[in-house]
């Protein structure tokens, strides 16, 4: 398994952007896809974006489509999720996460995960 860790969360205003990133351990980091997903008190975690391993296909959840754009860079053993004209409702806490055996869009899926970063939009 990997091990990752998540950063660039904060504090932004509607309509901001925020850029963030998620670090790997290992060396075998381009044989994972990657995911992000986030969760609010109460709720469950719901999916937002997922990558191939190559990088070379891409899912975003409706909601984000348009204004949330999922990358990678293999040399760099980093994920990105590029979030732009944010609103209220994406506040939560994003978590990264990675799956060895499918390219799928559900946590169950995904067999590591970081600690997560909070984000907070004000409206």
């Known amino acids: 398994q990997v091990q990752l860790v998540e950063s660039g969360g904060g504090l932004v205003q509607t309509g901001g952007s925020l850029r963030l990133s998620c670090a790997a351990s290992?060396?075998?980091?381009?044989?994972?896809?990657m995911g992000w997903f986030r969760q609010t008190p109460g709720k469950e975690r719901e999916f937002v974006a997922v990558?191939?391993?190559?990088?070379?296909?891409?899912t975003e959840e409706e909601s984000v489509k348009g204004r949330f754009t999922i990358s990678r860079d293999n040399a760099k053993n980093t994920v990105y999720l590029q979030m732009n004209r944010l609103k209220p409702e994406d506040t939560a806490v994003y978590y990264c996460?990675?799956?060895?055996?499918?390219?799928?869009?559900?946590?169950?899926?995904?067999?590591?995960w970081g600690q997560g970063t909070q984000v907070t939009v004000s409206s």
């Open positions: 996460a990675a799956s060895k055996s499918s390219y799928g869009i559900t946590p169950a899926d995904f067999g590591s």
């Open positions: 290992g060396r075998t980091f381009n044989t994972y896809a």
């Open positions: 990558i191939s391993a190559s990088g070379h296909v891409t």
